[in-house]
């Protein structure tokens, strides 16, 4: 039984699907003007984990994830470089989709882009025009927070406490200072016909039409980062409720941010990581234990430290697969499919609680000491260490780890030997060469 915690209840729910032993995902993208960071890779990361989840647990899963390739920071970057904001887009998506395949994400099912949903998101405007939800000033088109009762459910704000949140500007055109744009006038980059004039659509609205249009009008899971609560997701949930009398999603799930060294990320501190760096210093492995080394719902911090101590934490898992590997190669043994299937479960149990991955953790730390202790017997029985080796291996896929299976060459079988034999006859300059040439090879 998977539960999760639901932002719009404060609550740890259990999770009902819509459909039997389906679930549909959405995951909010990126804006595409610029590369991602580490902190846009976290939400690749959780939602990719509780995407294999499911999977694992028998769930067949319809993820989506859009990409915003409609923005006033990509008409700039367009403007700037003397091309259009198809160009722009294009080259952040390419890299963003990139970014994802080096971290050995499972692919979006569907990843919508605003720019081929407009006839749709401008027919949802129009009808909330129509229903008296929104309201149509000189060419702008607003929300009216005001039409709907359930306005702060997904972030439990009230409106007092919302001015910091949204940023408000001084704009005599609204009825409520609240009010969020749903079509912007404009004479300034890509632009497209609409029934109040030129312009493009607002940021809360064209979520919430990918969504509909890809996987209807409520999905099971509705995710992002925790700085999406307010006011991106609180305001696609107010429009969906206006149309369609429901809060767009069964489950919010949101994950919290990124720290560099302690201090918050951002462009006016300067200590910005790109993902693409990252995965290039640390690997892909490394970079996936880091991020889920932490429960989703606390901070993350990458520092020399965090680092260090996820490198050492994969290597204790990673080093007894290979030795399990090796000695059975060494030893002509194939090992089975077979695995040790109460420490999975259990490792699936621990997931099924909100996506507990530190306790997840634990259970693979205590599965490999049961494969360590297998290994060092005088006679090892293969099909236990096969078995624990296996379920380790399978814990490692749902959480996106790679297992490079070792193979062993009969020249490898020969320098094992040569190896062994230096050292009985105590040729200790000969043993050492030896050793180093398993080591460069990865097999010691």
Not at 27 to 42: E, L, M, W
Not at 163 to 177: C, F, Y
Not at 376 to 388: A, D, P
Request: glycine share 6%; hydrophobic share 35%.
């Amino acid at each position: 039984m998977i539960k999760l915690y639901n932002t719009k209840t404060l609550k740890l729910e259990e999770f009902k699907p819509i459909k039997e032993d389906k679930v549909s995902m959405y995951v909010c993208g990126p804006t595409v003007y610029n590369y991602a960071h580490i902190g846009n890779a976290r939400p690749m990361i959780v939602f990719d984990v509780l995407k294999r989840l499911f999977e694992a647990e028998g769930y067949e899963v319809t993820y989506a994830s859009n990409f915003t390739d409609v923005d006033d920071k990509i008409i700039n970057k367009a403007e700037e470089e003397n091309t259009s904001e198809a160009v722009i887009a294009q080259r952040y998506i390419d890299a963003y989709q990139e970014v994802r395949r080096q971290l050995n994400t499972e692919l979006p099912d569907i990843t919508p882009r605003v720019t081929e949903t407009m006839d749709e998101i401008i027919a949802f405007i129009d009808d909330l025009v129509k229903s008296g939800h929104a309201y149509e000033v000189n060419g702008d088109v607003y929300f009216s927070i005001d039409s709907v009762d359930t306005y702060g459910e997904i972030s439990h704000q009230n409106m007092e406490m919302l001015e910091a949140g949204a940023r408000i500007e001084e704009n005599s055109q609204k009825k409520n200072p609240y009010d969020f744009a749903l079509w912007k006038k404009t004479d300034k980059g890509i632009k497209w016909d609409s029934p109040w004039g030129e312009g493009r659509p607002g940021w809360h609205t064209e979520c919430v039409v990918m969504i509909n249009n890809n996987l209807g009008e409520k999905i099971d899971i509705h995710g992002g980062g925790m700085d999406l609560r307010f006011p991106h997701h609180e305001n696609e949930a107010a429009q969906q409720e206006a149309l369609h009398h429901n809060s767009l999603a069964n489950y919010w799930v949101h994950n919290a941010m990124v720290n560099i060294d302690g201090d918050k990320m951002s462009k006016s501190l300067g200590n910005v990581l790109w993902a693409k760096d990252v995965i290039a210093q640390l690997g892909t492995n490394l970079t996936r234990w880091l991020v889920s080394s932490v429960h989703y719902r606390k901070e993350l911090n990458f520092s020399e430290e965090t680092i260090e101590t996820a490198r050492k934490e994969l290597e204790r898992v990673l080093l007894p697969l290979r030795q399990a590997d090796i000695k059975a190669g060494l030893n002509g043994v194939s090992y089975t499919d077979a695995y040790e299937e109460a420490s999975y479960r259990e490792f699936l149990d621990q997931l099924d609680d909100d996506m507990n991955t530190p306790n997840a953790y634990a259970v693979i730390f205590e599965t490999v000491k049961k494969l360590n202790g297998a290994l060092r017997t005088k006679e090892i029985n293969y099909e236990e260490v096969g078995k624990y080796r296996n379920a380790v291996e399978k814990m490692l896929k749902v959480l996106g780890i790679q297992v490079e299976k070792v193979e062993i060459s009969e020249e490898d079988r020969v320098l094992f030997e040569a190896w062994n034999k230096a050292k009985e006859e105590k040729n200790f300059d000969l043993a050492d060469s030896y050793r180093a040439t398993l080591s460069e090879k990865g097999l010691l």
